[in-house]
């Protein structure tokens, strides 16, 4: 199975890349690709407004392929987590990542597997899920006030470190939360980006930040995402009889605990349920909240779409949504907003929460991150892209030691 899903990530990635030559010629590609690379990566910024639609897809899918060869070269088993780490590739391709600021982290993992004897293969997927912290090799690299012969070999040594870092910090934050956060390496690279950023502005640099979105592209990428959701469903359905039937099963687990649907069901039926995730998500997003589908955006509903093989299907992400549309009706802020579309999107990864505990605290969870989420990104001054993923953690390990308190019982 996972040589077969490895083709169909690897056959994704390459119809991206020819897409991207369709949308542009090769001369705007390499302008866009440049202006990606050395833009800024903070949160927030578009790469589809900074190199345009073409580059920031090429950007994408050439980090979703490189992912999806690093998982095969490495023998490691795909499993719903890898599948998830490509998608996220793909995803922060469109804002934060580029072909530049990842690639230290990824030989700081390697480097780690290597001093720790052993395969690359049982860590690659938290070291590929670690490039979250790419933008900081971008940050010291170009915007400091360094000469680029000392600031550039300073970055990437910074990479290398996250990367070796990442995989023993991740593995010791999981029972902070207890396995209620589905993004347990944004949870560990807030905290691995706080300790960073500290040391960082001790030296006097402070990180400028940012809210660099596109507009106007809405009903583009409505049709390229119904699109892609839609072969999703046609291949699933016309290889696997019984995909829509194991679906339906697949629909009332938790979430929590044993949550890798993909290799409880398989990759059609995760198919099916990446595609009707994707669905709702962009339901969400156009209809629900009013918003543009931006390069963030777009990666939001990817993300969800990723994670469909770990943890999420369209029950227990609706009281998420629910809880940031109730935040929207009684804060000071309205749901269309960049970063609350993010905290609906990423705060998905509270789905084991409406899961396990049921309807009703995945809403309480998702109401107070949609404030969290909105204040967490200080500490790592924007650098760590998964900060949903830390603020759930936040939020995680204080709600779920209180229902444990009180006997709330399990659905």
């Known amino acids: 199975m996972t040589n077969k899903t490895n083709r169909l990530l690897i056959i994704f990635s390459c119809s991206m890349i020819g897409i991207s030559f369709l949308l542009d010629s090769s001369q705007s590609l390499y302008h866009g690709m440049k202006a990606i690379i050395f833009e800024s990566s903070i949160l927030i910024t578009d790469y589809i407004e900074v190199g345009g639609i073409g580059a920031a897809i090429l950007n994408a899918s050439i980090l979703s392929l490189i992912a999806s060869i690093l998982i095969q070269k490495s023998d490691a088993e795909m499993s719903g987590t890898g599948l998830g780490a490509v998608f996220l590739m793909f995803s922060f391709g469109l804002f934060g990542k580029d072909v530049y600021n990842i690639i230290s982290i990824l030989i700081g993992g390697y480097l780690f597997s290597r001093v720790k004897h052993i395969s690359f293969g049982k860590v690659v997927h938290i070291v590929l899920l670690a490039t979250s912290f790419a933008p900081i090799v971008t940050e010291i690299s170009f915007f400091t006030t360094l000469p680029p012969i000392i600031a550039i070999p300073l970055a990437n040594f910074t990479g290398i470190l996250v990367g070796f870092f990442i995989v023993p910090v991740a593995n010791h934050l999981y029972d902070t939360h207890k396995g209620f956060n589905l993004y347990n390496v944004g949870f560990a690279i807030g905290i691995l980006g706080t300790l960073f950023v500290s040391i960082m502005k001790s030296y006097g640099h402070i990180p400028k930040s940012r809210v660099l979105v596109s507009s106007g592209n809405n009903l583009f990428f409505t049709i390229f995402l119904s699109a892609l959701f839609l072969v999703m469903l046609i291949v699933a359905t016309t290889r696997d009889k019984d995909a829509w039937k194991k679906y339906r ?13 993909y290799l409880k069901y398989g990759i059609y039926t995760v198919l099916i349920n990446m595609a009707i995730n994707g669905f709702v998500s962009l339901f969400y997003v156009l209809i629900v909240a009013r918003g543009d589908l931006t390069g963030p955006s777009i990666g939001g509903i990817l993300t969800v779409v990723g994670f469909s093989g770990k943890g999420k299907h369209f029950r227990n992400i609706i009281p998420i949504y629910i809880g940031v549309v ?4 009684t804060k000071s ?6 970063a609350l579309l993010f905290a609906a999107l990423f705060g998905t990864a509270l789905a084991p929460i409406s899961g396990y505990y049921g309807f009703f605290w995945g809403i309480v969870a998702s109401f107070i991150n949609s404030s969290v989420a909105l204040n967490s990104g200080q500490l790592h001054a924007g650098l760590n892209l998964y900060n949903t993923g830390f603020s759930v953690g936040i939020v995680a390990a204080v709600l779920v030691p209180l229902l444990e308190a009180f006997n709330v019982k399990h659905k």
């Open 333 to 338: 802020w309205t749901i269309d907003q960049p």
């Open 249 to 261: 099963k697949l629909i009332h687990e938790t979430g929590y605990e044993d949550n890798d649907f």
């Open 326 to 329: 109730l935040g929207g009706m």
